[in-house]
């Protein structure tokens, strides 16, 4: 395989497991069709145009290398295909668990899981707001994830950050290869980003805290639970209208 094809690849090899077995009777997520499309609409609606503006601020950028070329706005089409097929997997794992545990984890489980994400993202967020990437991602997953706590108290918030916890194997490993191919050569808290090579996707690390999950920012983490909760907000806001609930977000 040509190198060119690798982030197409790694897109891919995210959405195909969950895309065939959203056939699949009991979870029947493929019936949830419009509510994921409306969600992951909702979701590009900010984050497309904030990595075109981080993208042309030199905040991060794409290795023409590991990319077929064709580009949209400044982004690769990979990466236009990339607020597609992850949230699409990430929803559809979603669904799984909550199949699966049909009860709610706890209430104490939600809010110590979500305080202690809250407060990390606020404490990053205030410390370096001067790095671009780290207050944006930080501060705007503090907010949201805290409107779902605290003022909504979404019913489905605590299945979500399950889910999350879950697919941060899966997370590492696929943005691993898109930060640095070989990952796992490098230590677990890597504070020396500048060391990373095969980058399919690079950071420019005056904008990010610095410290790399192997090769993965550990921004990355914020800035995931961000896309995947704005797309869950309205996915479950959709699903709920259609079973005939108007009310606030709440997953019921």
Same mark, same amino acid.
């Given at each position: 395989?040509?190198?060119?094809?690798?982030?197409?690849?790694?897109?891919?090899?995210?959405?195909?497991?969950?895309?065939?077995?959203?056939?699949?009777?009991?979870?029947? +997520?493929?019936?949830?069709?419009?509510?994921?499309?409306?969600?992951?609409?909702?979701?590009?609606?900010?984050?497309?145009?904030?990595?075109? #503006?981080?993208?042309?601020?030199?905040?991060?950028?794409?290795?023409?290398?590991?990319?077929?070329?064709?580009?949209?706005?400044?982004?690769?089409?990979?990466?236009?295909?990339?607020?597609?097929?992850?949230?699409?997997?990430?929803?559809?794992?979603?669904?799984?668990?909550?199949?699966?545990?049909?009860?709610?984890?706890?209430?104490?489980?939600?809010?110590?899981?979500?305080?202690?994400?809250?407060?990390?993202?606020?404490?990053?967020? +205030?410390?370096?707001?001067?790095?671009?990437?780290?207050?944006? #991602?930080?501060?705007?997953?503090?907010?949201?994830?805290?409107?779902?706590?605290?003022?909504?108290?979404?019913?489905?918030?605590?299945?979500?950050?399950?889910?999350?916890?879950?697919?941060?194997?899966?997370?590492?490993?696929?943005?691993?290869?898109?930060?640095?191919?070989?990952?796992?050569?490098?230590?677990?808290?890597?504070?020396?980003?500048?060391?990373?090579?095969?980058?399919? *996707?690079?950071?420019?690390?005056?904008?990010?805290?610095?410290?790399?999950?192997?090769?993965?920012?550990?921004?990355?983490? +914020?800035?995931?639970?961000?896309?995947?909760?704005?797309?869950?907000? *309205?996915?479950?806001?959709?699903l709920n209208r259609s079973q005939g609930d108007t009310s606030a977000p709440q997953g019921v």
């Open positions: 395989m040509s190198s060119h094809y690798l982030y197409l690849a790694v897109n891919l090899g995210c959405v195909l497991f969950p895309f065939l077995l959203s056939f699949e009777r009991r979870v029947h +997520f493929i019936g949830k069709t419009r509510a994921l499309i409306i969600g992951t609409i909702a979701m590009m609606a900010l984050f497309i145009p904030w990595d075109i #503006a981080f993208t042309h601020a030199g905040i991060w950028g794409f290795n023409d290398t590991y990319i077929i070329g064709e580009k949209l706005f400044g982004l690769p089409l990979e990466e236009w295909l990339f607020f597609i097929c992850i949230p699409y997997a990430c929803i559809f794992s979603y669904e799984c668990v909550r199949y699966f545990k049909p009860v709610p984890p706890g209430r104490a489980f939600t809010l110590a899981a979500g305080t202690v994400i809250v407060a990390t993202a606020l404490v990053l967020a +205030f410390v370096y707001h001067d790095h671009h990437y780290t207050m944006a #991602a930080c501060s705007l997953c503090a907010i949201l994830l805290a409107l779902h706590l605290w003022v909504w108290k979404s019913k489905w918030i605590g299945w979500l950050l399950m889910t999350w916890f879950i697919l941060l194997i899966p997370f590492y490993i696929s943005n691993g290869i898109l930060t640095g191919l070989t990952f796992w050569e490098y230590p677990v808290f890597n504070t020396h980003p500048e060391s990373i090579a095969d980058q399919i *996707v690079w950071y420019n690390n005056a904008h990010n805290l610095g410290l790399r999950i192997w090769s993965v920012p550990a921004d990355d983490f +914020f800035y995931g639970l961000l896309m995947v909760l704005l797309a869950m907000t *309205v996915y479950e806001r959709v």
